[in-house]
T-cell receptor, first 111, second 118 residues
Framework: DAKTTQPPSMDCAEGRAANLPCNHSTISGNEYVYWYRQIHSQGPQYIIHGLKNNETNEMASLIITEDRKSSTLILPHATLRDTAVYYCIVRVEGSNYKLTFGKGTLLTVNP | KAGVTQTPRYLIKTRGQQVTLSCSPISGHRSVSWYQQTPGQGLQFLFEYFSETQRNKGNFPGRFSGRQFSNSRSEMNVSTLELGDSALYLC?????????????????FGEGSWLTVV
Protein backbone atom coordinates (compact mmCIF):
# COMPACT_ATOMS: atom_id res chain seq x y z
CA ASP A 1 0.00 0.00 0.00
CA ALA A 2 1.14 3.50 -0.75
CA LYS A 3 2.33 5.38 2.29
CA THR A 4 1.74 8.81 0.79
CA THR A 5 -1.25 10.57 -0.74
CA GLN A 6 -0.94 13.25 -3.39
CA PRO A 7 -3.45 15.01 -5.63
CA PRO A 8 -3.38 13.50 -9.13
CA SER A 9 -2.87 16.79 -10.92
CA MET A 10 -2.27 20.51 -10.43
CA ASP A 11 -1.86 23.53 -12.64
CA CYS A 12 0.38 26.51 -12.11
CA ALA A 13 1.05 29.70 -14.04
CA GLU A 14 4.58 30.26 -15.25
CA GLY A 15 6.53 32.47 -12.86
CA ARG A 16 4.25 31.75 -9.93
CA ALA A 17 4.99 29.51 -6.98
CA ALA A 18 3.85 25.89 -7.24
CA ASN A 19 2.83 24.31 -3.94
CA LEU A 20 2.53 20.53 -4.08
CA PRO A 21 0.99 18.85 -1.01
CA CYS A 22 1.62 15.36 0.31
CA ASN A 23 0.01 13.46 3.15
CA HIS A 24 2.04 10.83 5.01
CA SER A 25 0.05 10.32 8.18
CA THR A 26 1.66 6.96 9.08
CA ILE A 27 5.23 8.19 8.86
CA SER A 28 7.57 6.81 11.51
CA GLY A 29 9.86 8.91 13.61
CA ASN A 30 13.03 7.99 11.75
CA GLU A 31 11.62 8.08 8.21
CA TYR A 32 12.55 10.84 5.83
CA VAL A 33 10.31 12.51 3.28
CA TYR A 34 11.82 12.56 -0.20
CA TRP A 35 10.63 14.32 -3.32
CA TYR A 36 11.46 13.29 -6.85
CA ARG A 37 10.10 14.38 -10.20
CA GLN A 38 9.95 12.64 -13.52
CA ILE A 39 9.71 14.31 -16.86
CA HIS A 40 8.29 12.11 -19.59
CA SER A 41 10.75 9.54 -20.93
CA GLN A 42 13.41 10.41 -18.35
CA GLY A 43 14.52 8.91 -15.06
CA PRO A 44 13.29 10.33 -11.74
CA GLN A 45 15.22 13.38 -10.60
CA TYR A 46 15.97 13.93 -6.93
CA ILE A 47 14.67 17.27 -5.65
CA ILE A 48 14.92 17.49 -1.89
CA HIS A 49 14.38 15.57 1.33
CA GLY A 50 13.83 16.27 5.00
CA LEU A 51 13.15 14.74 8.39
CA LYS A 52 11.63 17.39 10.66
CA ASN A 53 12.89 20.81 9.73
CA ASN A 54 12.05 22.78 6.66
CA GLU A 55 14.66 22.45 3.95
CA THR A 56 15.67 24.59 0.99
CA ASN A 57 18.03 24.01 -1.89
CA GLU A 58 18.57 25.51 -5.32
CA MET A 59 15.57 23.69 -6.74
CA ALA A 60 12.85 23.90 -4.12
CA SER A 61 11.75 24.25 -0.52
CA LEU A 62 10.23 21.54 1.62
CA ILE A 63 7.86 22.43 4.41
CA ILE A 64 7.07 19.64 6.88
CA THR A 65 4.30 20.10 9.42
CA GLU A 66 5.17 19.87 13.09
CA ASP A 67 3.37 16.53 13.48
CA ARG A 68 5.17 15.32 10.29
CA LYS A 69 1.93 13.97 8.87
CA SER A 70 2.09 16.14 5.79
CA SER A 71 4.48 18.21 3.76
CA THR A 72 4.51 20.71 0.91
CA LEU A 73 7.03 21.03 -1.88
CA ILE A 74 7.39 24.59 -3.09
CA LEU A 75 8.83 25.55 -6.47
CA PRO A 76 9.22 29.30 -5.97
CA HIS A 77 9.11 30.42 -9.60
CA ALA A 78 7.73 27.66 -11.79
CA THR A 79 8.88 27.43 -15.41
CA LEU A 80 7.54 25.40 -18.31
CA ARG A 81 10.40 22.96 -17.76
CA ASP A 82 9.00 22.16 -14.32
CA THR A 83 6.06 20.36 -15.93
CA ALA A 84 6.48 16.80 -14.66
CA VAL A 85 5.08 14.14 -12.35
CA TYR A 86 6.16 14.85 -8.77
CA TYR A 87 6.53 11.98 -6.34
CA CYS A 88 6.52 12.27 -2.59
CA ILE A 89 7.89 9.19 -0.90
CA VAL A 90 8.69 8.05 2.58
CA ARG A 91 11.89 6.08 2.81
CA VAL A 92 11.18 2.51 3.78
CA GLU A 93 13.54 1.14 6.38
CA GLY A 94 14.33 -2.48 6.92
CA SER A 95 16.24 -5.33 5.38
CA ASN A 96 14.13 -5.69 2.27
CA TYR A 97 14.37 -2.23 0.89
CA LYS A 98 12.06 -1.28 -1.93
CA LEU A 99 11.73 2.25 -3.20
CA THR A 100 8.06 2.71 -3.97
CA PHE A 101 6.57 5.55 -5.95
CA GLY A 102 2.85 6.19 -5.83
CA LYS A 103 0.90 7.85 -8.62
CA GLY A 104 2.41 11.24 -7.91
CA THR A 105 1.09 14.64 -8.94
CA LEU A 106 1.19 15.76 -12.55
CA LEU A 107 2.14 19.42 -12.36
CA THR A 108 1.40 21.36 -15.52
CA VAL A 109 2.97 24.80 -15.75
CA ASN A 110 1.04 26.99 -18.16
CA PRO A 111 2.45 29.99 -20.06
CA LYS B 1 29.97 15.80 -11.08
CA ALA B 2 28.65 13.26 -13.55
CA GLY B 3 25.35 11.61 -12.77
CA VAL B 4 24.25 8.03 -13.15
CA THR B 5 24.91 6.90 -16.72
CA GLN B 6 22.92 4.20 -18.43
CA THR B 7 23.50 2.62 -21.81
CA PRO B 8 21.96 2.02 -24.22
CA ARG B 9 19.27 4.64 -24.05
CA TYR B 10 16.88 2.90 -26.43
CA LEU B 11 16.81 -0.60 -27.84
CA ILE B 12 14.47 -2.96 -29.63
CA LYS B 13 14.70 -6.71 -29.22
CA THR B 14 12.79 -9.72 -30.46
CA ARG B 15 10.99 -12.19 -28.23
CA GLY B 16 13.33 -14.93 -27.06
CA GLN B 17 16.45 -12.81 -27.32
CA GLN B 18 18.46 -11.58 -24.38
CA VAL B 19 19.58 -8.09 -23.47
CA THR B 20 22.28 -6.57 -21.30
CA LEU B 21 21.95 -3.07 -19.87
CA SER B 22 24.80 -1.13 -18.34
CA CYS B 23 24.95 1.38 -15.51
CA SER B 24 27.78 3.57 -14.24
CA PRO B 25 27.00 5.02 -10.81
CA ILE B 26 27.99 8.42 -9.52
CA SER B 27 31.65 8.46 -8.56
CA GLY B 28 32.04 7.32 -4.97
CA HIS B 29 28.69 5.54 -4.87
CA ARG B 30 28.94 1.89 -3.99
CA SER B 31 25.30 0.85 -4.17
CA VAL B 32 23.49 0.28 -7.43
CA SER B 33 19.88 -0.77 -7.73
CA TRP B 34 17.73 -1.57 -10.73
CA TYR B 35 14.05 -0.85 -11.30
CA GLN B 36 11.50 -1.60 -13.97
CA GLN B 37 8.95 1.07 -14.74
CA THR B 38 5.79 0.50 -16.77
CA PRO B 39 2.60 2.55 -17.04
CA GLY B 40 0.54 -0.24 -15.51
CA GLN B 41 2.80 -1.41 -12.69
CA GLY B 42 4.67 1.77 -11.90
CA LEU B 43 8.16 1.51 -10.44
CA GLN B 44 9.16 -1.99 -9.40
CA PHE B 45 12.35 -2.94 -7.61
CA LEU B 46 14.50 -5.56 -9.31
CA PHE B 47 17.66 -5.86 -7.21
CA GLU B 48 20.37 -3.99 -5.39
CA TYR B 49 24.10 -4.54 -5.49
CA PHE B 50 26.69 -3.33 -3.03
CA SER B 51 30.37 -4.25 -3.06
CA GLU B 52 29.81 -6.70 -5.92
CA THR B 53 27.20 -8.65 -3.95
CA GLN B 54 23.47 -8.78 -4.49
CA ARG B 55 21.95 -7.50 -1.26
CA ASN B 56 18.26 -7.30 -2.01
CA LYS B 57 16.04 -8.77 -4.67
CA GLY B 58 12.55 -7.96 -5.87
CA ASN B 59 9.86 -10.30 -7.06
CA PHE B 60 11.02 -10.98 -10.60
CA PRO B 61 11.70 -14.30 -12.33
CA GLY B 62 15.18 -15.73 -12.68
CA ARG B 63 15.37 -14.44 -16.25
CA PHE B 64 16.34 -11.14 -14.68
CA SER B 65 19.86 -11.11 -13.34
CA GLY B 66 22.57 -8.64 -12.60
CA ARG B 67 26.08 -8.16 -11.42
CA GLN B 68 28.36 -5.47 -10.10
CA PHE B 69 32.01 -4.99 -10.85
CA SER B 70 34.81 -3.88 -8.57
CA ASN B 71 34.52 -0.31 -9.87
CA SER B 72 30.82 -0.33 -8.83
CA ARG B 73 29.60 -0.36 -12.42
CA SER B 74 26.68 -2.71 -12.87
CA GLU B 75 24.96 -4.66 -15.59
CA MET B 76 21.59 -6.31 -15.71
CA ASN B 77 20.61 -9.07 -18.07
CA VAL B 78 17.22 -10.27 -19.19
CA SER B 79 17.15 -13.60 -20.97
CA THR B 80 14.40 -15.12 -23.10
CA LEU B 81 12.68 -11.80 -23.56
CA GLU B 82 8.90 -11.62 -23.44
CA LEU B 83 6.61 -8.91 -24.77
CA GLY B 84 5.79 -7.95 -21.18
CA ASP B 85 9.41 -7.05 -20.54
CA SER B 86 8.97 -3.89 -22.58
CA ALA B 87 9.61 -1.11 -20.09
CA LEU B 88 11.87 1.66 -18.92
CA TYR B 89 14.70 0.13 -16.91
CA LEU B 90 16.16 2.49 -14.37
CA CYS B 91 19.42 2.30 -12.53
CA UNK B 92 19.94 4.20 -9.30
CA UNK B 93 22.99 4.72 -7.16
CA UNK B 94 23.67 5.81 -3.62
CA UNK B 95 26.72 6.20 -1.45
CA UNK B 96 25.75 3.50 1.00
CA UNK B 97 23.56 0.44 0.97
CA UNK B 98 20.02 1.64 0.45
CA UNK B 99 18.82 -0.14 3.54
CA UNK B 100 21.19 1.92 5.60
CA UNK B 101 19.99 4.75 7.77
CA UNK B 102 20.96 8.36 7.55
CA UNK B 103 20.06 11.35 5.49
CA UNK B 104 23.16 11.02 3.36
CA UNK B 105 21.72 8.04 1.61
CA UNK B 106 19.97 9.90 -1.18
CA UNK B 107 19.26 7.81 -4.24
CA UNK B 108 20.00 9.20 -7.69
CA PHE B 109 18.52 7.78 -10.86
CA GLY B 110 19.89 7.54 -14.36
CA GLU B 111 17.96 8.48 -17.48
CA GLY B 112 16.92 4.90 -18.05
CA SER B 113 17.05 2.40 -20.88
CA TRP B 114 13.92 2.05 -22.95
CA LEU B 115 13.49 -1.58 -23.97
CA THR B 116 10.91 -2.57 -26.54
CA VAL B 117 10.33 -6.27 -27.18
CA VAL B 118 8.61 -7.11 -30.45
Amino acid sequence: DAKTTQPPSMDCAEGRAANLPCNHSTISGNEYVYWYRQIHSQGPQYIIHGLKNNETNEMASLIITEDRKSSTLILPHATLRDTAVYYCIVRVEGSNYKLTFGKGTLLTVNP
Amino acid sequence: KAGVTQTPRYLIKTRGQQVTLSCSPISGHRSVSWYQQTPGQGLQFLFEYFSETQRNKGNFPGRFSGRQFSNSRSEMNVSTLELGDSALYLCASSRQLMTGEGSGNTIYFGEGSWLTVV
